[in-house]
T-cell receptor, first 112, second 117 residues
Framework: DAKTTQPTSMDCAEGRAANLPCNHS???????VYWYRQIHSQGPQYIIH???NNETNEMASLIITEDRKSSTLILPHATLRDTAVYYC?????????????FGQGTTLQVKP | GAVVSQHPSWVICKSGTSVKIECRSL??????MFWYRQFPKQSLMLMAT?????????EQGVEKDKFLINHASLTLSTLTVTSAHPEDSSFYIC?????????????FGNGTRLTVT
């Protein structure tokens, strides 16, 4: 079973920041938090991942609470193309063989 | 960035026949690949973990004799759906990782849509 819980759906206005929350209260000390998104009928796209420090890349920022029990993915300026299902995943295992168990994700609808 | 290619992107087959799906890592070597299945309006379900040069590890409830996985090289894994039936119609997706660093992200192919008639 997935080790994360996310809201089923969210709306965001185009050009505004989208903040997607995720709870992972049973995360272990060496488990990373990964975020992927899936646009309809495509494979999931990697967004960002982190262990305990906040992370930022060209796509998004990841804010992880100090106790690591929750995190927030931030899309700073959402566009219509960011409409997708966003998955927050705690990766099982700490090596390259660690698998990703997907939960139901959050359907983000970016509106004009 | 890392690229994972799946082929074919879609396939239609008759009930009782077998279908092979290929997953290739184009610019890196993948010691481990993963196979998922996704039904409409549902999330991805992990089917099996494919390790280069050894037998795949299947998730509980996945029939290993029906879904044959071969990972003969560091850049290619195949999933063969044997004796396909209409209930096997689904979106099959592979992922691969392994640029040598711990916790390098897994990258996904664009999926194969299988329709069994």
């Amino acid at each position: 079973d997935a080790k994360t819980t996310q809201p089923t759906s969210m709306d965001c206005a185009e050009g505004r920041a989208a903040n997607l929350p995720c709870n992972h209260s049973t995360i272990s000390g060496n488990e990373y938090v990964y975020w992927y998104r899936q646009i309809h009928s495509q494979g999931p796209q990697y967004i960002i991942h982190g262990l305990k420090n906040n992370e930022t890349n060209e796509m998004a920022s990841l804010i992880i609470t100090e106790d690591r029990k929750s995190s927030t993915l931030i899309l700073p300026h959402a566009t219509l193309r960011d409409t997708a299902v966003y998955y927050c995943i705690v990766r099982v295992g700490s090596s390259n063989t660690g698998k990703l168990i997907f939960g139901q994700g959050t359907t983000l609808q970016v509106k004009p | 960035g890392a690229v994972v290619s799946q082929h074919p992107s879609w396939v239609i087959c008759k009930s009782g026949t077998s279908v092979k799906i290929e997953c290739r890592s184009l610019d890196f070597q993948a010691t481990t690949m993963f196979w998922y299945r996704q039904f409409p309006k549902q999330s991805l379900m992990l089917m099996a973990t494919s390790n280069e040069g050894s037998k795949a590890t299947y998730e509980q409830g996945v029939e290993k004799d029906k879904f044959l996985i071969n990972h003969a090289s560091l850049t290619l894994s195949t999933l063969t759906v044997t004796s396909a039936h209409p209930e096997d119609s689904s979106f099959y997706i592979c992922s691969a990782g392994g640029d040598g660093f711990n916790n390098s992200p897994l990258h996904f192919g664009n999926g194969t849509r299988l329709t069994v008639t």
